[in-house]
């Protein structure tokens, strides 16, 4: 089995190190991860400009073929997946921080998951919560091979990824979660640059409702929780509701 690792930290991140290392147990393992930390550009490509895809042998994979590309987690996926061949797997991460609800529109660690699933690439995302004293990527590792074993044996249906985060210490176990109302409440922060010229920083607090059953409340409670994540965003449910509204009209 070929594993493609990603991630959106960079290739020098201690969690993409981790997963890539541990995927070993599973097949052959490469590695294609941004020279620099991509975190929050969502699932862009980088169509406007061309794209290094340089080997890297200082990563600390070892014999694991590792490759760094200026640009974005999707672009690593779409060049890993042409210049390396089509893999049997892909996953990213392990994120630094955890990615519940709606982080998962701006997250690159579940981007580079949906650029794999896109292709028809069953994809997994992991990330680890960092708001315990010690981050342990190395038991993160351990659960991702697990989840990616039972991912390779029973399969994903198509368009489906999977997202994962892991709890900050020693998980209770596993849950099953839907995705929760987490999200980013923006500010945005004016300063002034020497000469006198307003610039602006968008920063954010974490918001969200815990409900039972979904990602934020398992985490927080110490479970693993897994999101079965669709890439069609269709609201199904709508469809004859906007039609009749289209008839008015």
Same mark, same amino acid.
């Given at each position: 089995m070929r594993i493609l690792v990603s991630n959106d930290d960079g290739i020098f991140s201690p969690g993409i190190k981790a997963l890539g290392l541990a995927m070993r147990a599973?097949?052959?393992?490469?590695?294609?991860? %941004?020279?620099?930390?991509q975190s929050a550009v969502g699932h862009g490509i980088t169509v406007r400009r061309p794209l290094r895809?340089?080997?890297? $042998? !200082?990563?600390?994979?070892?014999?694991? %073929?590792?490759?760094r590309v200026d640009g974005t987690p999707a672009d690593c996926v779409v060049l890993g997946v042409?210049?390396?061949g089509r893999p049997d797997l892909v996953v990213s991460g392990i994120n630094i921080g955890v990615n519940l609800g709606l982080d998962l529109t701006h997250s690159g660690t579940v981007a580079a998951a949906l650029e794999g699933t896109s292709l028809g690439i069953p994809s997994i995302a992991f !990330?680890?919560?960092t708001s315990g004293?010690?981050?342990n990527f190395t038991l993160a590792a351990e659960w991702a091979v697990k989840i990616a074993r039972l991912v390779m044996r029973r399969g994903l249906p198509k368009g489906v990824l999977l997202n994962v985060n892991f709890p900050a210490g020693v998980p209770k176990g596993v849950r099953v979660t839907r995705l929760s109302t987490h999200h980013w409440e923006d500010t945005v922060v004016e300063r002034l640059d020497p000469e006198g010229r307003p610039y602006y920083w968008i920063a954010g607090t974490?918001?969200?409702?815990e409900e039972e059953g979904t990602?934020?409340?398992?985490? &927080?409670?110490?479970?693993? !929780?897994?999101? %079965?994540? !669709?890439?069609?965003?269709? $609201?199904?449910?709508?469809?004859?509701?906007?039609? &009749?509204?289209?008839?008015?009209?």
């Open positions: 599973l097949g052959e393992v490469c590695v294609v991860a %941004p020279d620099v930390e895809f340089k080997h890297t $042998a !200082s990563a600390g994979f070892g014999e694991i %073929p590792a490759y042409h210049l390396l !990330s680890l919560d004293e010690e981050l974490p918001v969200g409702e990602d934020l409340h398992a985490v &927080r409670h110490g479970y693993i !929780s897994i999101t %079965p994540v !669709s890439l069609d965003f269709t $609201a199904a449910d709508l469809l004859e509701e906007v039609a &009749r509204w289209v008839e008015e009209v």
